[in-house]
């Protein structure tokens, strides 16, 4: 299986809405897979960031196929974002760290 469930992903092609008639969505459309399918074929469904009206977090929900996009970043390994004291610049991030918040 090329992504699991809540992996963030971006599609690679034009992608057609499920649900709505004649709308596409281009290459580059981030989204989040909400389930992973092995049978009859691979696929996944995800909901995309509708363009445009990302900040009000508008999706539409669509089923692609392993070719039709890229993971981007992988459910469940923390992500940890070191940032200028002051600021929200990050200076790093290291991913797969656990830290003190895990008990290490």
């Given at each position: ?36 399918y ?34 981007t ?26 830290g ?5």
């Amino acid at each position: 299986m090329k992504a699991k469930q809540y992996d963030a992903i971006r599609t690679t092609v034009t992608v057609e809405s499920d649900a709505q008639n004649g709308v596409t969505y281009p290459p580059g459309t981030d989204g989040t897979v909400v389930e992973a399918y092995e049978r009859p074929a691979e696929g996944y469904a995800v909901d995309l960031v509708i363009p445009g009206i990302a900040a009000t977090r508008r999706y539409d929900h669509v089923v692609l196929t392993p070719e039709q996009f890229e993971v981007t970043e992988r459910s469940g390994e923390p992500v940890v974002r070191v940032t200028k004291p002051g600021t929200k610049k990050p200076l790093a991030t290291r991913r797969g760290y656990r830290g003190k918040e895990a008990g290490h």
